[in-house]
């Protein structure tokens, strides 16, 4: 814009021994590689192996070919539980976005009341999400609960008891948990948007909204995919929270896939079909974490504050 | 470019995490393990009142008589304890005594070869096998050989009811299928939940079809089921009962929200002694609870029970109950021989002496042993002790609960349909139709 600064010269990262003290730091990888092999892949491997085979827990492994593959791609139950995962976390997506985005920007105005609600908000965060389910439970409970102790029959619904409620609740949930964590993404991504662009906009005679939409949110850009990415394939591990909030219930009207995966291997001891599970989530977390990578842009080391 | 390398990192990040997931979630939690220690053997058992206490009462009154063997006990919640028993016996990390149910599940661990052969020792020692009740040896045994030893107390499923209620509204208890329907929309518009149900934990629900099925059909048709006859399901009076039990879910028989209520909790029992709800199909260990938790429900004498009423035309003997016929412990393959000597000096010694005998009569539970009739009348709960030994013993059958009578995988696939059947969310046709498909598994 100015032209007075000289473009930006891309820096190829030195290779071989050149510059550096020591030479390589390659092994400087190795703790965070040796825990992921031993915690992430080393395991994925096993489950991938008991996917094809026929195995209760506690006897003997018998290979059994494609047999649970078969069992899950053929029951009814596998596109339920996908259909339901993607509803938490479509609604949860939703739901939390514009939430924690508005509170992260709100959050990153330097006023003193600001900083203290900050910290105020954070606490949910702080809870464990079985805590929160026993909790929510005993609050939502039609004959104990909330409603029934305060006398408000519009509170006193059958909140866990009725299919689309309880779905609601679980998203209701979550996002109560999990809204807190992401306004704080977007409050570092806020502070980090040069002022001089503000104080152009306003010289230029820019309303707050105006501002808001033209610079706060494609200034954003990266802060709202790393956000959406988190809420996303997080969504797929949510187990803890909904398995004490229902059970996977009513019926299976909350039973997301990684429920499903739980039910089968520990409840009904089917290991083989549980696995297969296992690997169909992974599958599903890494095709979308990766699909909102493409989303962020082809260039996505192209700089947002070039010319600055 | 600094963004760039950030947001690559926590991918990473996020794809170790789903991984590590899903690998904590196969492996589970293995738990306490038994120790490198030989003379020391390990007990695992439920939590919750009065139970709990007196099998701990019980360890320590053996480990104070015994100080060169000692029983070290841990006691978990009901539901988590099931997932977490077989858990632990999956990765050889089982306790030397394991608490269950008998039946199915005892059964898949007979199966995998994880618990021992009792039928010699029973023979060695008759004087321990002859003096508890035989029909609860019937859930104990798997392909004719004894794998665990029967305790604690015989727990039929009674219909119990606050006496408050039928007061109120002027009513007797009702003597049939049709005068519980009748019941309901009375009780409904005096503003009293007909019946107390955690349909939540949904074997709750699954005590409601095991009496309609027998007061229907007879004992037969869930034994067809059991036996793994092809298309068991579809017998008429299978049917009957589950459209039965629907039409009461329909007229508003059961209490509002049932679907969010759970058993672990005790709220299904909160609903009745507070006068919420005025009647109760659930198992008699419920009576302990209620007694210590429900103010002067039990001991002002407003607690009433029953055996589940006869259905109008049906085939099945109204003296039939369902329920356990007693607890089980077995000892474990993988435990030491040493650890093993201490479990059958425990289970010839301490299990079920005059002391506990007398804290579960104390406490409403009907102990396994000959001879505890002459013991009921000097108890705390004659009336309600009487009741139960009665119902028990007067039973011309006296089924085993369907969930622990199955193996573990059938059990879950009727449980799930079951809670479909509450919710109206299939048609009884439908339910058929599925559990059809997993007969014999």
Known sequence: MTGLAPPAVRVRPATGSTGGRSGSIGWMALPALTIFVAFGVVPLAGVLLLSFTRWDGIGAIHPAGLDSWRTVLTDPGLPHALWVTFLVMALSWAFQTPMSLLMGVFLAGRQRYREILAIVYVVPLLLSSAALAITYKALLDPNFGLGAGLGFSFLAQDWLGRGTLALGVVVFVVSWQFIPFHALIYQGGVRQIPVALYEAAQIDGAGRLRQFFSITLPQLKYTIITSSTLMVVGSLTFFDLIFVLTEGGPGDATRVLALDMYKRGFQANLMGPASAIAVILVLVGLALALLLRRLGGRDASASQQEGM | ?441
């Open chain 2, 1 to 441: 470019m600094a963004q760039r390398a950030m947001s690559r990192r926590s991918f990473l990040n996020l794809a170790a995490g789903t991984g590590a997931g899903v690998a904590l979630a196969a492996c589970g939690s293995s738990g306490p393990g038994q120790g490198e220690g030989g003379s020391e053997a390990t007990y695992w058992y439920l939590t919750g009142a009065p139970g709990e206490q007196i099998r701990t009462n019980t360890v320590n009154r053996f480990n104070k008589a015994n100080s060169d063997s000692q029983i070290k006990p841990t006691a978990f919640e009901n539901d988590a304890y099931k997932t977490k028993i077989r858990t632990a016996i999956g990765a050889g990390q089982a306790p030397t005594i394991i608490w269950g149910w008998g039946g199915g599940g005892l059964k898949s661990w007979v199966d995998a070869g994880q618990v021992d052969d009792l039928t010699d020792w029973f023979a060695q020692n008759a004087a321990v096998k002859d003096r508890l009740f035989p029909s609860s040896f019937g859930a104990a045994t798997v392909n004719g050989k004894i794998y665990a030893m029967p305790c604690e107390t015989v727990e039929p499923i009674v219909l119990f009811y606050d006496k408050r209620a039928f007061d109120k509204i002027k009513a007797e208890p009702p003597q049939s299928w049709g005068e519980i329907m009748a019941l309901v929309p009375r009780f409904n518009a005096a503003g009293i939940a007909p019946f107390s149900l955690a349909g939540q934990s949904r074997w709750t629900n699954m005590m409601w079809l095991e009496f309609l099925f027998d007061r229907i059909g007879g004992p037969e048709v869930f034994q067809a089921v059991f036996d793994g006859e092809k298309g068991a399901w579809s017998n008429p009076a299978a049917l009957d009962a589950l459209t039965k039990v629907q039409d009461l879910v329909k007229a508003n028989g059961f209490v509002k929200g049932f679907s969010s209520v759970v058993a672990d909790a005790n709220a299904d029992q909160a609903l009745l002694y507070t006068g919420k709800a005025a009647m109760m199909l659930h198992g008699t260990w419920t009576y302990g609870s209620m007694a210590e938790e429900g103010g002067d429900f039990v001991s002002g004498g407003n607690l009433g029970f029953m055996n589940f009423p006869p259905v109008e035309g049906g085939k099945g003997d109204p003296s039939n109950t369902v329920g356990n016929p007693g607890q089980y412990l077995s000892i474990s393959s993988k435990a030491t021989a040493e650890q093993k000597e201490i479990a059958k000096k425990f289970f010839s010694t301490a299990v079920l002496d005059d002391t506990e005998i007398g804290e579960w009569l104390d406490t409403g539970g009907v102990p396994i042993v000959k001879g505890s009739e002459s013991k009921i009348s000097s108890s705390k709960a004659p009336e309600f002790l009487t009741f139960v030994n009665e119902t028990a013993s007067k039973a011309k059958v006296f089924a085993q609960s369907w969930d622990q009578a199955l193996s573990p995988t059938a059990a879950e696939k009727l449980l799930d349909n079951i809670a479909k059947l509450f919710q109206l969310s299939i048609t009884p046709q439908q339910y058929v139709d599925n559990m059809n498909q997993v007969i014999g598994q």
